[in-house]
C-alpha cells in the first residue's frame, strides 16, 4: 500500500533553518508577528520575510494559508513556505494549514518549524492526509517521499499523541489505494487477500466463499456476481478490544469491485469511474486498519460483500425473484441497483452472527444522493436519533461532510412488488431514499442503523479538503472518531 510519509519530532533548533534542504516552513501571525524561527528565517533572508508580511498580501490570507518564497537568499533550502496562523487557531485551521503544507511539498524533505504551533498534532495530519499520491501502476523514475520533521515543544510527547492520527491516516491511505485500484488488479479475490493481511494487526479475519454463502441463504449477494467469473465473497474483520462479552458495533460495506450495471448495462461514458464502487467497502476496512493499528478499547467487526456486478448468459435478469438470508422475496426489476441487494444479506448475517450495539452501513449506492447533495456531504439514514446525531458529530469534528435524509412509510411503498415481498427499485423519484427503505426491511427493529450513502463523496474530480483529486478515503476519520467517542471503555 501506499505508505504515508515518514514524520520525525525534534527540539527547535534554529541554527538548523539555514542549512536544511528541501523546503522549509515558518509560522507567522495574522498581524505579522514572527516567533524565532522566523525571525531568524527573516535575518537569513534579508528581511525578505518581513517585507513579505508587512505587505498588502499579506493583509488579506486567512488562517491556514500558504505564501512560498522560491529559492530563498541565504538558505539552501529551494523553497520557505509561510504559514500564516493565529496563536490560537481552532483544529480545523490548523489542519488546513497542514494541508497546504502537504500540497506544496511534492516529493522534497520538508522542516516545519512549528514550536509556536498549539496543536502539532492537527498540523502533521494535514501534512500527512495531503501528501498522498497513487502510483502504483506508473511507470516513470519514482523519487522517493523527502521526510517530514516537525520542530516543537517537548517532541516526545508530540509524537505519543500523533502516533493515533498517524495510526488513522494509514487508515486512510488504505482506503484510498483499494478505490484507486483498477479492477484487474482489485478482484474479488486480491481484496479479500489484502484484508487477510490485517491479521498481522491483531484482526480476526474469516473469508466467507461462494459454498458457505449459498448455505447461509445469502442469494441476493451470490445474484449480484452470477455473471461475473470472479467468486463472490464476504470478509470479516473482528476487533475485539473492548470488554469481553460486549456486543460489537458492525461497519458493513458494500464491495462492488467493478460495477458494469449487469444486464441493465450503464452507458459506456463514464464506466470506468465505476471501479470505485467498491468505495464503501474500502471505508470498512481502512477503518478497521486505523482501529487495530491504535489498539482500540472497542468491540468493532467490519463485515463487506465483494462481487463484481457483470453481463453474462448465467448473469441475473430483470424480472428475476430472488430470496433473502432473511426469507423475504425480492423482485429484480433493475440489475444496476445491486448495491443494495449486497448489504441486504450482508445487514442480516451481522446481525445473526454478532447481535451488535448497533450498524452502520456504506455504499457507492445512487447517483440521487449526488443530484440532492453534490460532492459535499454523504447522505445519512438513520431509524435512531442517537447514533445518527453521534455520527454526524464526529464526522463534523473531522471535517468529513454528513447531511441526514429523510425515511418514511410513504416511501416504502414504493417498493411494493406485484409478485413478491418488494422490488429492488421504487423509480426515480427520490431514489437514495427508497434505496434506504429497502435497506431498513433488513434491519431488525430493536438495533440502531445508519446508511451513508457515499457515491458523491467517495472519488472526486477535484481537490477535496484533505485529498488531491481521486479517492479521498472520506469516512474513515469519521468512524474511527466515532468509536472513540462513543464505544470505547475508559
Known sequence: MTSPVSVNFQDLDIDKIAGAEGRVAVIVTPDGKLDAAARRANKLTKGALARLVESEAWEKKKAGDLVTIAWPTGMAAEA?????????????????????????????????????????????????????????????????????????AKPGEIKSEAAAALAVAEGVFFTRDLVSEPANHLTTTEFANRIAAMKDLGLKITILEEDELKKKGMDLLLSVGHGSASPSKVAVM???????????????????????????????????????????????????????????????????????????????????????????????????????????????????????????????????????????????????????????????????????????????????????DMKNVGGRSGGSITAAQFLQRFVKEDCPWIHLDIAGVASVKADTKYAPKGATGWGVMALNRLVADCYEDG
Not at 81 to 95: G, N, Y
Not at 107 to 117: E, I, N, R
Not at 344 to 368: C, F, H
Request: charged fraction near 25%; aromatic fraction near 4%; hydrophobic fraction near 45%.
Open 80 to 152: 520557505l513556505d509561510v504559514i500564516c496562523l493565529p496563536r490560537s487557531a481552532k483544529p480545523d485551521e490548523v489542519r488546513k494549514a497542514g494541508v497546504a503544507l502537504g500540497k506544496a511539498k511534492g516529493k522534497s524533505a520538508l522542516l516545519v518549524l512549528a514550536g509556536q504551533v498549539r496543536r502539532p498534532v492537527d498540523l502533521t495530519l494535514g501534512i500527512v492526509l495531503r501528501a498522498y499520491e497513487f502510483t502504483t501502476h506508473k511507470t516513470a523514475d519514482k523519487k522517493e517521499d523527502g521526510d517530514v520533521t516537525l520542530m516543537v
Open 238 to 420: 473482528e476487533w475485539k478490544g473492548g470488554k469481553k462479552g460486549d456486543a460489537p458495533l458492525a461497519l458493513i460495506g458494500k464491495g462492488v469491485v467493478f460495477d458494469t450495471g449487469g444486464i441493465s448495462l450503464k452507458p459506456a461514458a463514464g464506466m470506468e469511474d465505476m471501479t470505485m464502487d467498491m468505495g464503501g467497502a474500502g471505508v470498512v476496512a481502512g477503518a478497521m486498519r486505523a482501529i487495530a493499528l491504535r489498539k482500540a478499547k472497542a468491540n468493532v467487526v467490519g463485515l463487506v460483500g465483494l462481487v463484481e456486478n457483470m453481463p453474462s448468459d448465467r448473469a441475473t435478469r430483470p424480472g428475476d425473484v430472488v430470496t433473502s438470508m432473511k426469507g423475504d422475496t425480492v423482485e429484480i426489476i433493475n440489475t444496476d441497483a445491486e448495491g443494495r441487494l449486497v448489504l441486504a444479506d450482508v445487514l442480516w448475517y451481522a446481525q445473526e452472527r454478532y447481535k451488535p450495539s448497533g450498524m452502520i452501513n456504506l455504499a457507492t449506492l445512487t447517483g440521487a444522493i449526488i443530484v440532492a447533495l453534490g460532492h459535499e456531504n454523504a447522505g445519512v439514514f438513520s431509524n435512531d436519533d442517537t447514533i445518527s446525531r453521534n455520527f454526524i458529530k464526529a464526522a463534523e469534528s473531522e471535517g468529513e461532510g454528513a447531511w441526514r435524509m429523510p425515511m418514511g412509510k410513504a416511501y416504502d411503498d414504493m417498493l411494493k412488488s406485484q409478485i413478491a
